[in-house]
Antibody
Framework: EVQLVESGGGLVQSGGSLRLSCAVSGFTLSNYGMAWVRQAPGKGLQWVSGISGSTTRTFYIDSVRGRFTVSRDNSKNTLYLQMDSLTAEDTATYYC?????????WGQGTLVIVSS | EIVLTQSPGTLSLSPGERATLSCRASQSVTNNYLAWYQQKPGQAPRVLIYDASSRATGIPDRFSGSGSGTDFTLTISRLEPEDFAVYHCQQYGSSPRTFGQGTKLEIK
């Protein structure tokens, strides 16, 4: 059974940092692209960052490029999102998803609240 | 960036009725790479349709997707009580991947 479990969210002050983790099971992480998608309270979904399976190329939306870093540790079956210089606009639930261009499996999400 | 506009914002229907949800793109979606998701309160999205018209594994056949280019439709042929949720479309033909703002399907 495919499972993705996020952790690491919480309350942080503006300008602070958080590292999100996504532990996966039921598939081999290195064989798949992965993504982080966020959803601000009461809002729609927004793709934030991705990492390819084979080449580990990374991708970001403009608003987080230079502040967020996506990475993976295949030996630990874990995906990460390092988030620095956080602002109130980054407040959202962050989901990790197995990504084939679209998300075929998703975690339950972890809430990040940035206080100003 | 491709902007996806979903309509209507809210759709009020009764169980057993047919639902038609629209997703319009600001420019043509390459290879019709469009997905539909269902999201219930407090839950993660679940993919229903990919490649505009292919049903994901385990999705009932009352869900169908159609369309091409800039106009796409999700149809639920006969609504079940568990179908009332928010539906999102997402394109993956161009970078960055973008989502629509969602359509809320509520019980009338």
């Amino acid at each position: 059974e495919v499972q993705l479990v996020e952790s690491g969210g919480g309350l942080v002050q503006s300008g602070g940092s958080l590292r999100l983790s996504c532990a996966v099971s039921g598939f081999t992480l290195s064989n798949y692209g992965m993504a982080w998608v966020r959803q601000a309270p009461g809002k729609g979904l927004q793709w934030v960052s991705g990492i390819s399976g084979s080449t580990t190329r990374t991708f970001y939306i403009d608003s987080v490029r230079g502040r967020f870093t996506v990475s993976r540790d295949n030996s630990k079956n874990t995906l990460y999102l390092q988030m620095d210089s956080l602002t109130a606009e980054d407040t959202a639930t962050y989901y990790c998803a197995r990504w084939n261009g679209y998300g075929d499996f998703w975690g339950q999400g972890t809430l990040v609240i940035v206080s100003s | 960036e491709i902007v996806l506009t979903q309509s209507p914002g809210t759709l009020s229907l009764s169980p057993g009725e047919r639902a038609t949800l629209s997703c319009r793109a600001s420019q043509s979606v390459t290879n019709n790479y469009l997905a539909w998701y269902q999201q219930k309160p407090g839950q993660a999205p679940r993919v229903l349709i990919y490649d505009a018209s292919s049903r994901a594994t385990g999705i009932p056949d009352r869900f169908s997707g159609s369309g091409s280019g800039t106009d796409f439709t999700l149809t639920i042929s006969r609504l079940e009580p568990e179908d009332f949720a928010v539906y999102h479309c997402q394109q993956y033909g161009s970078s960055p991947r973008t989502f629509g703002q969602g359509t809320k399907l509520e019980i009338k």
